[in-house]
């Protein structure tokens, strides 16, 4: 199994959306895939129609010792659902020891390999504990960034936390992109200056359908195959699977 994580600094980027409609695009290729929610603002839970009933069998529970199955969304797809509860983690799990490899214990015990070609994991914005746990477990880092001016901020101060702890960027995708915006264009194009292959060729547009199919609780795939989101997703996560493989 190969862990992929979806992370930045800045919130609002798009992180749960790419987490959430990767991780269905490779089940579509018949890989058998499980989604982590480490965001206690719970977003990918909330995209799967998994919000309720989170008593039991979420991350947080992970943190406490329990031992946590992952619920199959669909085929090949599962998740391990979020919680609010992770919002207090630095403060409630800062003392357990080994804190940052609280995830790949459980990685282990759960013996997720044996059952998952693909761990997603979908991070908050910060670098805290929950995030950090990502780190370690984590073969590809993918950055998610939207279009906008603040984002480059995010990108930058990430890019140094990560380069301070011997992490490193597999890929950049941008997201929220308006093609009809001389604004983002330039965006693009800097980046990729400033980046070069590092910035995915596919960018992910401003798409209703994305946006509609999250709060049907489901993938664009499934609400939308053909659209314009559900194309350049799965686009996208053709040039992801290069790097994988």
């Known amino acids: 199994m190969e862990v992929i994580t979806l992370a930045n600094f ?47 069998g979420t991350i947080e529970a992970i943190f406490s010792g329990d031992q946590v199955e992952p619920i199959q969304i669909k085929k090949n797809l599962s998740l391990i659902r979020g919680d609010i509860r992770l919002a207090v983690s630095d403060m409630q799990f800062g003392g357990l020891m080994k804190r940052e490899h609280v995830l790949e214990k459980f990685i282990k015990k759960a013996k997720l390999k044996e059952s998952f070609d693909y761990l997603v994991l979908d991070c908050p914005p910060y670098l805290g ?10 073969d590809y880092l993918f950055v998610p960034i939207d279009c906008e001016y603040f984002s480059t901020y995010g990108l930058t101060f990430f890019r140094q936390f990560l380069n301070e702890n ?13 093609r009809r915006l001389t604004l983002h264009n330039d965006f693009v194009e800097t980046l990729r200056e400033n980046y070069g292959e590092l ?31 559900a194309k350049t997703y799965k ?10 493989q």
């Open 10 to 56: 800045k919130g609002g980027v798009g992180k749960s959306t790419t987490a959430h409609n990767v991780a269905a695009a490779l089940a579509l290729k018949g890989k058998k895939v499980c989604m982590g929610d480490l965001d206690p603002q719970c977003n990918l839970t909330m995209a799967c129609g998994q919000i309720d009933n989170l008593d039991s």
């Open 129 to 138: 504990l929950l995030t950090q746990n990502a780190m370690v477990v984590s």
């Open 166 to 178: 011997d992490y490193e960027i597999d890929g950049i995708i941008c997201t929220k992109h308006d």
């Open 199 to 229: 910035v995915f060729k596919n960018t992910i547009p401003k798409n209703v359908s994305i946006s509609e199919s999250q709060a049907m609780g489901t993938d664009v795939f499934e609400y939308a195959p053909k659209s314009a989101g």
């Open 235 to 244: 686009a996208l996560t053709k040039e992801i699977t290069t790097i994988l």
